[in-house]
């Protein structure tokens, strides 16, 4: 969007004001956009929560947080400036009385009224009739919603139901942190504005794209809440499809949200279900035991703080995805994703077909596929892998593998990176939908994984053990080793 465009100023209501995501995440990205100077000059951030305390508190509360979180020195002009938009309303989100507290503060006659849901789903009913009732709401209002958004397909639609009686589409901001960073958005620059990658993206130049999402850390605390929710559901049916759709989409017609979104969903309708007859063959899930990190002993997933020994859920997924439609025909997609990895990594790699004759066997007696590796977090960086002669003059030519490489802090010093919070948070205040999820993106990826869940359950799929520290269970090599293939890294 332009920079030079005037925007409203907003009321940004954030629900859950003293919990983790506001006080590590969202402070943190807002007070980076203060720095930027992306925030409206009259726009208010209000901090809700059941707790009693002044605003003077709250101050306090995210000045803590910046001192924390922030990984840079705080500059102190910048955070009065800051600090003088927050402010603080206790309300228990379960009385619908207290909400009407919120007229105390809110300026809707100036103000877009920008409502953040940083808490459960399960209030999420509360809030919005609560909202309702104490009517505060007109028709520029609007929510942003962070996942969860349900736990399969009924749970997510239940949600989106209620929500909906309250909220027109069009005002509801459902967030995927992923898809606000810099790399993701790149994806269609990438795509679309280079022809060289424009006409080579397809089955006839590529032979297959892995995806990764590989987490260090184990259960965090959340012991709880993941036993309930797994791998599975906690990352692949949000993050990773939500990357394969901006790998795999068609041209859009526009950069408006609604082109976008309808050839995301478009990639979802194409995926092929997995069932009880192919889930052996396509899916791996695995759980992690005691092992080192760094050097460091850590524990088992059974071993955690408030663990049942007993249980089955999967810290790692991997799966074989096919894409049933004329572009991806025959091109396998393997995502994986786990916890108390090798390290944190989160990237996309295409790997594109093999010459089908050589005459630098000297050097190779396969040629290497060339590989494009888009590398997300923690270095966002592209880089393409292809073959170069070794100079010199002596003897035959000889090849080497050689990358080039862009890394973005290097590509463009002068330009701040920002991380996914503060583009997706910006665009919400900006009232621009295009980088949030449709409800139909949502429940159309519930619907093939909830058959994936399904699945499981019928065969009875217990997850494989794997070291933490390691790269997942064996069974995940084997999943592309039966297909002539191997993971990256």
Known sequence: MPRNKTYKPCDLVIYGGLGDLSTRKLIISLYRLEKAGLIEKDTRIIAVDRHEKETSEFVEI????????????IDEELWQRFSARLSYLKIDLTQMDEYQRLHEVLTPETNVLVNYFAVSPMLFKSICQGLQQSEVLNAESRIVMEKPIGHDLKSSQEINDVVANVFNEDQVFRIDHYLGKET?????ALRFANSFFTTNWDHNTIDHIQITVAEEVGIEGRWEYFDQTGQLRDMLQNHLLQILTFVA??????LEAQSIHSEKIKVLKALRPITESNVEQTTVRGQYTQGFQKATPVPGYLEEDGANTESKTESFVAVRVDIDNWRWAGVPFYLRSGKRMNYKRTEIVV????????????????LPPNKLIIHLQPNEAIEIEMLNKVPGIDGDIKLQKTKLDLSFSEAFKENKLFGGYEKLILEALRGNPTLFLSREEIEQAWTWVDSIQNAWKKTNDEPRPYPAGTWGPIASDSLLARDGRAWEG
């Open 351 to 366: 790997y594109f077909k093999q010459l089908p004759h050589n005459i630098f066997k000297e050097s190779f007696r396969h």
């Open 249 to 254: 989409m068609e041209p859009p017609v526009n």
């Open 62 to 73: 995210a000045n803590n947080s910046l001192r924390t979180f922030l990984n840079e020195s």
């Open 184 to 188: 993701v958005l790149n994806l269609l």
